[in-house]
């Protein structure tokens, strides 16, 4: 079982770097990353900085670890609030239809492996991934635009 963990609601606001406002487009074009649906037409997003990694049990703060891979990266969300997304063990639809970039995390965020998979590839893709004791997350990402999707724990028995 896999548990997909979209952004939290609300963001943390990094004020260093003021989210922008863009209004949507195109369908399909667009990923909020909060409720894992795609902005419609007429919608308006937030592109903003965000670092999806959490601290470390070596942490002496509540900041991320300063591993090399750590770092704030660009996101979309609806500028509205939006469900946060429900995991239902399934890989989301929004992850499903994209070329993705699956990476795999140590437990003090180094990457210890990595693969690029069709969407509907990667329930099968991170199984396999998280079968290495040593890998304790995965981080999904765009493969083209390269900015961070989701993140992938071991789901309840
Ligand atoms: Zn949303």
């Known amino acids: 079982m896999l548990k997909f963990t979209a952004?939290?609601?609300p963001l943390t606001p990094d004020t260093s770097h003021p989210a922008l406002i863009k209004p949507v487009t195109q369908p399909?074009?667009?990923?909020?990353?909060?409720c894992?649906?795609?902005?419609?037409p007429g919608e308006e997003m937030l592109l903003l900085p965000y670092n999806?990694?959490?601290?470390?049990?070596s942490s002496t703060s509540t900041s991320p670890s300063p591993s090399p891979?750590?770092?704030?990266?660009?996101?979309?969300?609806?500028?509205?609030?939006?469900?946060?997304?429900?995991?239902?063990?399934?890989?989301?639809?929004?992850?499903?239809?994209r070329l993705?970039?699956?990476?795999?995390?140590?437990?003090?965020?180094?990457?210890?492996?990595?693969?690029i998979v069709k969407g509907e590839e990667l329930g099968v893709k991170a199984g396999e991934l998280l079968e290495d004791e040593e890998v304790k997350f995965l981080h999904v990402y765009y493969a083209g635009p390269g900015c961070f999707a989701v993140r992938i724990d071991r789901g309840g028995e």
């Not at 999806?52 to 049990?57: A, H, R, S, V």
């Not at 704030?72 to 239809?97: L, M």
């Open 7 to 9: 952004l939290p609601t």
């Open 69 to 97: 891979y750590t770092g704030p990266g660009p996101i979309y969300v609806h500028r509205s609030e939006c469900a946060h997304y429900q995991c239902d063990g399934s890989v989301p639809e929004q992850q499903r239809r």
């Open 28 to 34: 399909s074009s667009f990923p909020c990353r909060r």
């Open 100 to 115: 993705v970039a699956v990476r795999a995390y140590d437990v003090e965020n180094m990457m210890v492996g990595f693969a």
């Open 52 to 57: 999806p990694f959490t601290p470390t049990p």
């Open 36 to 40: 894992l649906q795609d902005g419609r």
